[in-house]
């Protein structure tokens, strides 16, 4: 095992793809600004039957399982002790720190009474009861413990003398000796929350649909997050490295794709068990919107399986097309529990508006644009030599 | 020194131990928790959909007491100037409206096929509340003595968890405004503060006790407004348990048989309407709805026609509760896992240090 060597990319960062990127931030940062001014309902669809809308869907539940990488490459590498997937952990890290950060962005946009939302810290307000009070708090702590985490980043790129000037040498000293703390609650609060978000739709009774409504719904959404987690990982280490010809992580991904594809086994076995358990069974094939639905899922599900535990796993391109079912999978599982199947009834219908998604694309965007100027200006990947980064992108 | 296969299971099953042992704690994990019961002086609404007219005074009354504006749908607005509230529905504006369903040729009322009925819709004050259980910042409390479920848009932080979780999706987010706030039926609650009866909390004050207070207590002004203003009886107020013993009177007579319907407060001294009762469903909605609640409904179609949804005996909080104390009871689980963790990384971290120097910058 070589010693692992982080570098900035280099190369420029303010390149056409950053530019069209921020062209959405701006469009969104225009509509947002209308929300403010003008309240909800002026730049989104929803309504009083569907409350939650895209922003929460697709920025805060997609999109931190989209930044569970961190927490998925910090399970295998420092509770399994897998060491041997060290160089993914940092820019899966930053991933997570974007994902969560964006997500939190993403909630401030969305609470109706955004000034009050302090109150999720003050004990005298809480009720514990609430699963949106633990997943408030979790979610914070945990974006503290990822901007902590990835803290080194930024002091091994100062130069020695500024970092003695504000004894951040000292504060060094101090992460590197309590980083297993910080390692262990990185693992700790995303199987919280995770879960929890599946806990938040237990409260729907009758308005979710039996192929989703379980009592099993924590773990389904824990286990799919970190398929996910390890489904991010993949994706972006093979984009990073077509785009800036970086250090092929093949190998590597050949044997994370068998991790992956244990949890999805297991993801899809505890789903139709439970269905069967429940007498369930005859809805998946009734043939409607959705059964048709979950059976989908499923099939997305189980797609990378037989793609990740075959040889085409050494493959990069299967390894891609792996990554993106996982992902697929996940975002649709979390889609059809939230907005697609749920059911108010009254005859209330949701379709997010043009002003709505150019919001949650306009914050993806702002998510890759940062990442982007992070993986060239700190040392996130995993280096050669500096003779490696040919082209300027 | 290598972290061992054994040393980590070894590790891992006393976290995972641990972990099981307090979750098998709880008797039947992921059982729904006990249901609430009602409270000492719970105070409630019959609703007699039978006798409804339809006249909608009640929604009038209602946002005259609450101070709501008009309802003025984009359609209407050629000739509705701001002085005729058409309400539709439940909004950010209106806490309480009359919905109609028709069938066929509406030919008789209170029929289900070619017939048509009125139904009120406004928040229920469930025993054990959807809203209550979700809200993170305790906007949404029930009245441990009278049950009134409350909201408080000082404390609330605009979630819409509530909007969500409710099984009658009573509260409503003002989504076209800056500043939106939840709207939903407080019981007149700012009504009910001045009345005499209703805002002692002691409880050995009951109207068997206070007939004097009755009939103070029933004075215009001084209950909710709706069952205040209801010219039938049809929106009746009153004490829970009454109100449950006067709806099943009601059940046991036979239809067409002359009864006087109380109006304005159950027990109070106001003229009765006296009129033949109707044909009903063979039950009281919101007996058992959910966990029970604290409005109830009779009606002569079936609820589920009327928009109100066909629900278990227990409530999805208590489905909810369930699942999250038996994971998190007093925050033993996460605890011994964070433990297990903890020890895990701090091996795990020191034997990477070990085969990795630091990376270091010259100033």
Known sequence: MSAAVHQPLGGKVVTKPFLILGLFVLLAAYFIARRFLFGMGDVSNMNNGFPIGTWVVLDVVIGTAFGCGGFAMALLIYIFNRHTYHPLMRPALLGGVFGYTLGGLAVMIDLGRYWHAFHLLMPWYAQPNSVILEIGLCVMAYITVLWLEFWPAFLERMPLGFKQR?????????????????????????????????????????????????????????????????????????????????????????????????????????????????????????????????????????????????????????????AVCILAAGSLYRLDAYLITLQPGNGWTYFPSAPELLITIGIVCLEIMLYLLFIKTLPVLHGGTAAAYGRPS | MSLSRRQFLRGAAGAVATTAASVADAAAPFAPRANKPLPPKAIGMLYDSTQCIGCKACVSACKDANGMPVEQPQALAGWNEGTWDTAEDLSGKTLNVIRVYQHGTMAQKDQEVNGYAFIKRHCLHCLDPSCVSVCPVSAMRKNPITGIVTHDPDACIGCRYCVLGCPFNVPHYQFDEALGQIAKCQFCQHLLKDNPLFSNPDPQVTPATDAKLLSEASQPGRIPACCDVCPTGASLFGWVEELQAEAERRLALKPGVVYDFPRGLLGGDRAPNTAPVGQYQPRVYGEKESGGTQVRYLTGVPPEKLGLPTLPDHSSAAVTEGVQHTLYKGLIAPLALLGGLVMLARRSVKQDDEAQPDQERPS
């Open chain 1, 166 to 322: 504000f004894g951040l040498d000292k504060v060094q000293v101090l992460l590197k000796r309590y980083m297993y703390v910080l390692v262990a609650l990185g693992v700790l609060l995303p199987t919280m929350h995770q879960s929890s978000l599946g806990t938040v739709l237990l409260i729907l009774g009758h308005k979710l649909p039996p192929l989703w409504n379980t009592p099993w719904l924590p773990l389904l959404f824990l286990s799919s997050a970190l398929a996910m987690g390890y489904g991010v990982v993949m994706l972006e280490a093979t984009l990073v490295h077509r785009a800036f010809n970086t250090r092929s992580e093949v190998t590597l991904f050949a044997r994370l794709s068998r991790v992956a594809a244990g949890l999805l086994i297991g993801f899809s076995l505890l789903r139709w068990a439970d269905l069967l358990y429940r007498g369930h069974l005859d809805l998946a094939f009734a043939g409607d919107l959705n059964g048709n639905l979950f059976l989908l899922e499923t099939g997305l599900f189980l797609a990378p399986v037989f793609i990740l535990l075959s040889d085409r796993r050494w493959s990069q391109r299967w390894q891609f097309i792996g």
